[in-house]
């Protein structure tokens, strides 16, 4: 039972779309790239982008503690 089984190409890009918008409400990527991106090359992308913003949460966390500790 995997959550892949339901992702489409424009579901991917979507979410690939959120995670580099940074609030903003525009589209960041034009659609029509998704002819030149298999399912494969959007899922890797994906993961790629969720590990950055991870590792740059918890780098906004350190920084963050350095305040409250400071209080």
């Known amino acids: 039972m ?9 579901s ?6 959120g995670l580099i918008s940074y609030g903003r409400s525009e589209p ?3 659609p029509t ?3 030149y ?3 494969d090359t959007l899922r890797s992308i994906r993961a790629g ?4 913003v991870g590792k740059l949460s918890e780098e906004d966390k350190e920084w963050l503690m350095q ?3 400071g209080q």
């Open 2 to 10: 995997s959550h892949h089984d339901n992702e489409t190409p424009e």
């Open 12 to 17: 991917l890009l979507k979410e690939i779309e």
């Open 28 to 30: 960041t990527i034009d």
């Open 33 to 35: 790239l998704l002819k």
């Open 37 to 39: 991106l298999d399912i």
């Open 49 to 52: 982008l969720l590990e950055k």
């Open 67 to 69: 305040f409250r500790s």
